[in-house]
């Protein structure tokens, strides 16, 4: 199994992340927002969606 490289595009760090998951939000029966994923570079504080580069099946 290959091994996953990620690297912040803001300040080049490679390994000062954090995660955070979103599960889908309804309000009223009504989607509000889609799940999101983040990462979080510790190094510069630039927060990552993963949703626009990784889409869910």
């Not at 912040?8 to 994923?37: A, Q, S, T, Y």
Request: charged share 30%.
């Amino acid at each position: 199994m290959a091994k996953l490289h990620l690297i912040c595009g803001n300040c080049g760090c490679n390994d000062m992340w954090e995660w955070k998951h979103n599960p889908e939000f309804f309000d009223d029966d009504e989607l509000i927002d889609d799940e999101n994923v983040f990462l979080f570079c510790r190094n510069c504080a630039t927060i990552h969606s993963l949703n626009d580069n990784a889409k869910k099946n």
